[in-house]
Nanobody
Framework: QVQLVASGGGLVQAGASLRLSCAASGRTFSTYAMGWFRQAPGKEREFVAR????????YYADSVKGRFTISRDNAENTVYLQMNKLKPEDTAVYSCAASSNRPSDSAYEYGYWGQGTQVTVSS
């Protein structure tokens, strides 16, 4: 099993940057694919980015491609989401998730979830 704790959210102006972190417990972190999802008020949860267990493969939602970067440090049991050029429409609760299956855009493939961290982008 793995437990996840997300952090790094905050209130920023449009155009600013934030880096989210997701710290994982457990010695098997490096065997999990990791993903970031977000949910804005009144909207369904949506996929943001994912990364393979080794970090070699990454994939992004079209809405964040070119602005967000997902990475991981398996030695530190942490996955990151660097968010640049933030827009008001990026405002949401961001959650990290771990999957023992192949990397996926579907939340159903992820069996472990962090508690979420709020990101608010003002215009």
């Amino acid at each position: 099993q793995v437990q996840l704790v997300a952090s790094g959210g905050g209130l920023v102006q449009a155009g600013a940057s934030l880096r989210l972190s997701c710290a994982a417990s457990g010695r098997t972190f490096s065997t999990y694919a990791m993903g970031w999802f977000r949910q804005a008020p009144g909207k369904e949860r949506e996929f943001v980015a994912r990364i393979s267990w080794s970090g070699a493969l990454t994939y992004y939602a079209d809405s964040v491609k070119g602005r967000f970067t997902i990475s991981r440090d398996n030695a530190e049991n942490t996955v990151y989401l660097q968010m640049n050029k933030l827009k008001p429409e990026d405002t949401a609760v961001y959650s990290c998730a771990a999957s023992s299956n192949r990397p996926s855009d579907s939340a159903y493939e992820y069996g472990y979830w962090g508690q979420g961290t709020q990101v608010t982008v003002s215009s």
